[in-house]
């Protein structure tokens, strides 16, 4: 008998089956970028979901059918079956976004709508959801059947900042603005720009200037100004002359409760300008002379007899600055014997010859001390002082 074996080949081809999910122990966490978004932000979403990586050859996606579907929603829209896709070939990591649209409003007080709201998409990166200022976004993912995971965040106005990026500055300084309000972060893919008030105290009309966004969904705007004290304001160039204070303001237009939408809150910030002189070059002084009663120059003088001490002081601002001309005058045992001043106010680039009288007591050698300060009470020097010697016989 002959028996004939019939050779059939057989291949084999990897098969992939998704796992079975655990319903007691459901794992597919759901996480966002942020806890907290702003009205126009733009959500990042993750699921951890390794059941679902189904082939690890290809990327896979997941909720965007009617059997495990993912939903977005707010009380009033919703989006969904979305779609999320794997991040890489057999990663069990599925990411997507969505563009928070907000909802009619004029948020820079121009009388214009800045907003679009709408609700549609379908994944991973298509979606448009409106949301209120107040609002709760409830992410979910069916697991498995009967099985939904969920995940919450929340959208909320915010009270805007601006701020100097000094405290003070010099007349001919560079100035920073800094303006942090995620509301005006209106388009999450381009630079938004916000307008900026920026005034002194020699300029209140002062100027506007246009603040950029640091990055598409940062929130935080700048601009930089350029202060003179020689030039009028223009552009992004304010005059500002040193003592001023200067102020940035904007009016924040998306406020949270308890302001209403229609309120609207003024946001300041101010530095000071100093002069960009260093303190001990604003005011030169000339090196003093004496002279006697009758207007004669001498270097040395009897006792009993009154020496007129006389100085010469140079603003060398072109702004007006006040000052005090203190004269010291010490023994050789450098004990003080008279101590006089006199106050005024040089006007810019003002030569003012100043003088005071002593009356010297006893003989010997005397040291004599100019100083030139700001003030009395202040002290700050604005030349360096001044020594100089006389013989009272």
Not at 252 to 262: A, E, F, R, V
Not at 360 to 368: D, K
Request: proline share 6%; no cysteine; hydrophobic share 35%.
């Amino acid at each position: 008998m002959l028996n004939l074996f019939l050779l059939i080949p057989v291949f084999l081809f990897p098969v992939y089956a998704e796992p079975i999910p655990d319903y007691d122990k459901p794992y597919s966490p759901i996480f966002t970028d942020r806890e907290v978004y702003s009205w126009t932000d733009k959500v990042k979403i993750t699921i951890l979901a390794p059941s679902w990586n189904s082939d690890k050859h290809l990327i896979d996606s997941i909720g965007d059918d009617q059997f495990n579907p993912i939903e977005i929603s707010t009380g009033s829209h919703s989006l969904g079956p979305y779609r999320l896709t794997e991040t890489g070939v057999n990663t069990g990591i599925f990411t997507g976004e969505i563009t928070l649209t907000g909802f009619s409003h004029d948020a820079n007080g121009d009388g214009k709508i800045d907003t679009i709201p709408r609700t549609f998409g379908n994944g991973p990166t298509s979606g448009f959801l409106e949301v209120d200022r107040d609002s709760g976004i409830t992410i979910s993912f069916e697991f498995a059947d009967g099985v939904v995971l969920t995940e919450s965040i929340r959208t909320t106005w915010n009270i805007g900042e601006v701020i100097f990026s000094e405290d003070n500055f010099l007349s001919n300084d560079s100035a920073l603005i800094r303006v942090i309000d995620p509301d005006l972060n209106l388009n999450p893919e381009a630079l938004d720009q916000i307008p900026i008030n920026v005034f002194s105290d020699s300029d209140m009309a002062g100027i506007k200037v246009t603040a950029v966004e640091t990055s598409e969904r940062s929130g935080v705007f700048v601009a930089t100004i350029i202060l003179t004290q020689n030039n009028p304001s223009g552009g992004n160039r304010l005059l500002a002359m040193p003592g001023d204070e200067i102020f940035a303001k904007y009016n924040d237009h998306t406020l949270p409760k308890p302001y209403t939408t229609s309120d609207n809150l003024e946001i300041t910030a101010f530095a000071k300008v100093g002069s960009s002189f260093p303190s001990l070059e604003k005011l030169t002084i000339s090196p003093i002379t004496f002279t006697d009663s009758s207007g004669k120059h001498q270097n040395s003088f009897q006792e009993h007899n009154q020496i007129q001490i006389i100085g010469s002081i140079k603003n060398e601002q072109i702004i007006n600055q006040k000052f005090v001309f203190l004269i010291q005058v010490k023994d050789h045992a450098e004990s003080v014997t008279s101590l006089s001043w006199m106050s005024g106010e040089l006007s810019g680039n003002q030569i003012l010859d100043v003088s005071q009288s002593w009356l010297p007591q006893n003989s010997g050698i005397f040291s004599i001390e100019t100083f030139v300060w700001n003030s009395i009470e202040d002290q700050i020097a604005l030349t360096p002082s001044k020594n100089t010697s006389i013989i009272i016989e």
